[in-house]
Each structure stands twice: as C-alpha cells, then as structure tokens.
C-alpha cells in the first residue's frame, strides 16, 4: 500500500512515468470490468481508455484515506458504464414487456447479468440497481459485472468479506423483487 501511495504522489505531481506505472497496474482489472460490462471489445476498450483519461485529468483530486487506488478506478469506470447504457438506450430502446419476459423464461435469482443475458431490457435493469443503495449497487457491479471475488471486492471496497456478502444478498434479494414479473415491482 505505501508503494502504491507513493507511486500516486509521485503521479499528482505529474510523472508520466509514475502514472504510467499505475496504468500498467490496474489496466487489465479496469478492462475486464467494463468489457464483462459491455460486451463489446471496441467499446470496452474506449471505455477503459477514457477512465485513465480521467484519472489523469482529476488525479489531483484523489485523496489517499486506507482506500486502494483501484476503488477509485473502478467508481471512475463504473460511472463510464453508466454513461455508455445510457447513451446506448437513448440510441435504441427496446423494453420488453411483462409477457415477453415470461416468454423469455425465469429469471436468474442469482445473477444480475443472466437477468440482460434473458433480454431484460439494459434500462430496466439499470432501473432496479437505481433502487439499491449506494453500496448494493457497487458489490453488483464489482462481483457481476466485474467478475471480482468476494474478497477482491471487499478490498477495493474497504470493506470486510462479510460485509460484502451481506450486501450482495441483501441487493439480490431486492432485485428479484423488483425485477420479477407480475409481483409489484418496477415492472407492475
């Protein structure tokens, strides 16, 4: 951690060679995310490009608090999926309707990326992780979308393993809700 702290210093004084360090360190992370995130090679590799774009542009404005700079990374690319969904579904809406998603089968109780995988619409989706907490919807983004373990997230969380699975159950529990056809949720 003090070699990395360092390294970030060194980076907010501007030394390419500092912040070229950090890429090298967390650029495949940061890929892997956003491409199980998108889907799309071209796109994730736009996407990865332009988080450590913005990494140097506000790395003035990292503050080192016990937190590993991945966690900073990964907030700046999750905000970059989002983005991206975003622009996605104003270029093309499709939502399915309640008995589409019946005809698409089930929905998965434990994987919120086989709920898009079932053609859940992406706005839909998007939707029902707005209604979890601030810290639900990033163990979902860092465990599914990211693919992250249970303990990987727990540190670019700073938080503890058991903490982390409190809320990826708590977060599930409250997606099937929300996302199960016909039960009240954001889809009656």
Known sequence: MQREED????????????????YEEHFDRIYRYIVLRV??????????????????EHIGSYHYRG??????????????????WKKKSREKVKLLTQDEMAEAGALSDDDPAALAEQKLG??????????LSDGQREVISLRFAGGLSVAETAKVMG??????????????????????????????
């Not at 970030?8 to 950090?22: C, H, I, K, S, T």
């Not at 889907?39 to 140097?56: G, M, P, Y």
């Not at 708590?170 to 889809?187: E, Q, S, T």
């Open 39 to 56: 889907r799309n090679q071209a796109d994730a590799e736009d996407l990865t490009q332009q988080v450590f774009l913005k990494a140097l």
């Open 67 to 84: 937190m590993p700079f991945a966690s900073w990374l990964f907030r700046i690319a999750h905000n970059q999926v989002v983005d991206h």
């Open 159 to 188: 938080k503890r393993e058991g903490a982390v699975k409190v809320l990826q159950h708590v977060a599930l529990k409250k997606l099937r809700l929300i996302l199960r056809p016909g039960d009240g949720g954001a889809n009656g």
């Open 7 to 22: 390294t970030v210093r060194r980076a907010q004084r501007r030394d390419p060679e500092a912040f070229g360090q950090l």
């Open 122 to 131: 992406w706005e839909q989706l998007a939707a029902a992780c707005e209604q």
